[in-house]
């Protein structure tokens, strides 16, 4: 599905998501926003390292670093980290914790045919998508691309029917199923040269597009593993080190698959650094992705 190309050039169907790096100024709000609220897992805290995520699985990492200033505003960086939830009764007592919790936070909900998405912005400003995905059986493809759109979602009435007093009490409660992250969104400078980067060369299949602004990709035929878009900050060039999105994890699923794109990405010029178990490669606006394998 999606754009028609070599296998060889493209990534593993089974590619997956990994971890996303938060650089943050202040560690225990931002904590107490992602365990509190979205009610993740504190899994480990060692210094200035924060992970959190759900069933021993990390799904943000975040890195204390009060030295950095904030992004300018129109810069590349993270537009919002998904967190893609098992089930609606998990989605929905993550929705009513943050709710209760940081109302101020929440910006909007909306039904994309394929998945239901509720959207906040974290203290320090980044975006946030907690989402649940329809059944692949119940998605459209029309042309090579999905068909997603963006639909009123009452979110009280979301909450009526799929809240639960046990999830109010517990909405880290194991029975909820589990959250992973579901994808990551990024703000960039220019489409053509995201799909340059990410689709010619990296090796994502392009599932849909919003006209000039906004390109959606992913592998094996997900609605889409990463996008990005020009929203909030066309034109913008190579990042400077400074708050909010540290990495992006690809999770490949074996190490001759990172090696199969290392040899890609180098093979059209790219700078890589290879550790002999992961890949790491910047984007053309230095953001920073890190290719890992599943199997250890």
Same mark, same amino acid.
């Given at each position: 599905m999606g754009t028609m190309?070599?296998? @060889?050039? !493209?990534?593993?169907p089974d590619t997956a998501m990994g971890a996303v790096t938060l650089r943050v100024g202040d560690l225990d709000r931002m904590i107490a926003y992602y365990r509190d609220a979205v009610a993740l897992d504190l899994i480990s805290h060692v210094g200035d390292i924060a992970v959190l995520g759900r069933g021993g699985v990390p799904a943000l990492i975040l890195q204390h670093a009060p030295e950095l200033k904030n992004p300018e505003p129109r810069s590349a960086g993270l537009f919002h980290t998904a967190i893609?939830?098992?089930? #609606?009764?998990? +989605?929905? @007592?993550?929705?009513?914790?943050?709710?209760?919790?940081?109302?101020?936070?929440?910006? $909007?909900?909306?039904? &994309?045919?394929?998945?239901?998405?509720?959207?906040?912005?974290?203290? #320090? $400003?980044? $975006?946030? #998508? +907690?989402?649940?995905?329809r059944d692949r059986t119940e998605w459209s493809w029309a042309h090579g691309q999905i068909e997603?759109?963006?639909?009123f979602l009452d979110p009280n009435v979301f909450l009526q029917e799929h809240l639960s007093q046990e999830s109010v009490d517990d909405p880290r409660a194991p029975a909820l199923g589990g959250a992973a992250i579901g994808h990551v969104h990024l703000s960039v400078g220019d489409v053509p040269q995201a799909r340059d980067f990410y689709v010619d060369k990296l090796g994502f299949e392009v599932t849909t597009t919003f006209g000039p602004s906004a390109l959606f990709?992913?592998?094996g035929g997900? &609605? &889409? &593993?990463? @996008?990005?878009?020009?929203?909030?900050?066309? $034109?913008?060039?190579?990042?400077?080190?400074? !708050?909010?999105?540290?990495?992006v994890e690809i999770v490949l699923p074996h190490a001759d698959d990172i090696a199969a794109v290392d040899d890609r990405l180098r093979h059209h010029g790219l700078q890589t650094a290879n550790d002999g178990r992961t890949v790491t490669v910047a984007d053309p606006w230095d953001n920073t992705l890190l290719l890992r394998p599943a199997s250890a």
């Open positions: 190309t070599n296998a @060889a050039d !493209l990534l593993a893609l939830f098992d089930t #609606e009764a998990a +989605l929905a @007592a993550s929705v009513y914790s943050v709710a209760t919790r940081f109302p101020q936070s929440f910006t $909007g909900s909306s039904d &994309h045919l394929v998945s239901k998405a509720f959207y906040f912005t974290d203290p #320090e $400003g980044n $975006g946030v #998508e +907690l989402y649940w995905d997603m759109s963006t639909l990709v992913s592998a997900y &609605h &889409h &593993h990463m @996008a990005m878009n020009v929203w909030n900050s066309q $034109g913008a060039g190579r990042r400077q080190q400074t !708050l909010g999105l540290g990495q």
